[in-house]
């Protein structure tokens, strides 16, 4: 039977008692991005959102028209985003030794910004654009030249970024999108897609593997800003608590690893990746 779930904390103490001597792995979610500007999914008084999935991107011309065009503006506002105070305890973790390495959700590369070494993407980066027909990768820089130059002013008509609802995916709620032109890839004319995982799409098989094995490779796993909602991050939490390995989750609200977790602290993730910083020793 599952043990019930730890009364949640915002004392930091237990969590480095249980984390002290370990080397970790960290699963990061879009909560750790929000001190950077970048609102989450799911958090505490976020506004519910339906994603696109990729059925509806490759099936659907006016779906795929209507995501480009909002991803064009939020593209441009997450690009601006600088790592936070989180991200950059995390970097002086793994400098230390303390930390082996990030398993992150987001596609900000805010981590990669900070300094992080060890990183996997689970769900892919926004600063790339892949072709579904031939494969052909080119920089999401490259791809809003072409998208400034055939939709003239499509920023300006919309307001600034700041007035727009901006999503971690680099998405943006935009309600007039029919007149937007999209790009084609310029190798094939196939549909361009930005190099992440949609809902209703999988995560590359060698990249959970990869992540499996940081997992085990770990002392212990700290889990930050996420909700564990979805499967893709919920089964590293779910793979370490079979192991006996101890689980650290560091969330805002309820998330769906809590029965799992060693620890739960409800604390900002800047708050607690800072204190983390300086409270755990290099292990020996």
Same mark, same amino acid.
């Given at each position: ?131 579904? /027909?031939?494969?052909? $990768? =080119?920089?999401?820089?490259?791809? *809003?030249? @072409?998208? #400034?130059? %055939?939709?003239?002013?499509? +920023? &300006? ?85 079979? /192991?006996?390995?101890? $689980? =650290?989750?560091?969330?805002?609200? *309820?998330? @769906?690893? #809590?029965? %799992?977790?060693?620890?739960? +602290? &409800? ?18």
């Amino acid at each position: 039977m599952t043990e019930p779930a730890l009364a949640p904390t915002d004392d930091l103490d237990e969590a480095v008692e249980v984390l002290a001597g370990h080397r970790l792995t960290v699963l990061t979610g879009a909560g750790i991005s929000t001190d950077s500007g970048i609102p989450d999914y799911r958090g505490p008084g976020s506004p519910p959102r339906t994603p696109m999935t990729y059925q509806q991107f490759v099936g659907d011309l006016a779906f795929r028209r209507h995501y480009w065009a909002r991803n064009h503006v939020g593209w441009a506002h997450v690009h601006r985003a600088a790592p936070n105070a989180g991200h950059r305890a995390l970097v002086d973790l793994e400098a230390r030794g303390v930390v082996l390495g990030v398993i992150t959700q987001n596609v900000d590369l805010l981590h990669e910004d900070a300094g992080s070494r060890n990183v996997i993407d689970l769900h892919g980066r926004y600063d790339r654009v892949v072709c579904l /027909s031939c494969g052909t $990768v =080119v920089p999401r820089a490259a791809l *809003a030249r @072409r998208l #400034d130059a %055939l939709n003239p002013g499509f +920023v &300006e008509s919309v307001g600034a970024v700041a007035d727009i609802e901006i999503a971690p995916d680099a998405d943006a709620v935009i309600e007039t999108t029919a007149h937007f032109v999209i790009a084609d890839c310029e190798a094939c004319g196939g549909i361009l897609k930005p190099d992440i995982v949609y809902f209703g799409e999988n995560v590359p098989k060698e990249r959970v593997q990869r992540a499996y094995a940081m997992v085990d490779d770990a002392g212990a796993l700290l889990v930050v800003g996420s909700s564990l909602t979805v499967m893709s991050g919920l089964r590293f939490v779910r793979h370490a608590a079979r /192991s006996g390995t101890p $689980v =650290v989750i560091v969330n805002r609200g *309820a998330t @769906r690893g #809590d029965p %799992l977790a060693t620890v739960k +602290v &409800e604390v900002g993730t800047s708050e607690a990746l800072t204190t983390l910083a300086r409270e755990l020793p290099t292990p020996v």
